[in-house]
């Protein structure tokens, strides 16, 4: 059984930092793109931040940008999130998701639809 299970998450005050891991099981993406996405409180779920498959080019919302950092680690099969100055708006529901799509080609997905596999979902609370 494939699984993404995210980790991480918790209670932050506004100008903190956490960082979220998401590992992965029963199959590897170490050749596809991985991504995150969040959702809050009756919001659609958006797009974060992903990365390519060797970990060479990221992209990013502009909401978070120069403040996230997206990584990952193939030999472990894991991505991180990196967040920092962290904003009472950045509060939601985070997602890790992966696709298999294009395997080893320099695919950023942006949209949920080119995902194919997602985590549970961890809460990141920020208080003002």
């Known amino acids: 059984q494939v699984q993404l299970v995210e980790s991480g998450g918790g209670l932050v005050q506004a100008g903190g930092s956490l960082r979220l891991s998401c590992a992965a099981s029963g199959r590897t993406f170490s050749a596809y793109a991985m991504g995150w996405f969040r959702q809050a409180p009756g919001k659609e779920r958006e797009f974060v931040a992903t990365?390519?498959?060797?970990?060479?080019?990221?992209y990013y919302a502009d909401s978070v940008k120069g403040r996230f950092t997206i990584s990952r680690d193939n030999a472990k099969d894991a991505m991180y999130l990196q967040m920092s100055s962290l904003k009472p708006e950045d509060t939601a529901v985070y997602y890790c998701?992966?696709?298999?799509?294009?395997?080893?080609?320099?695919?950023?997905?942006?949209?949920?639809?080119?995902?194919?596999?997602w985590g549970q979902g961890n809460q990141v609370t920020v208080s003002s």
């Open positions: 990365i390519t498959w060797s970990g060479g080019n990221t």
């Open positions: 998701a992966a696709t298999s799509r294009n395997a080893y080609i320099n695919y950023l997905p942006q949209a949920r639809y080119e995902y194919d596999y």
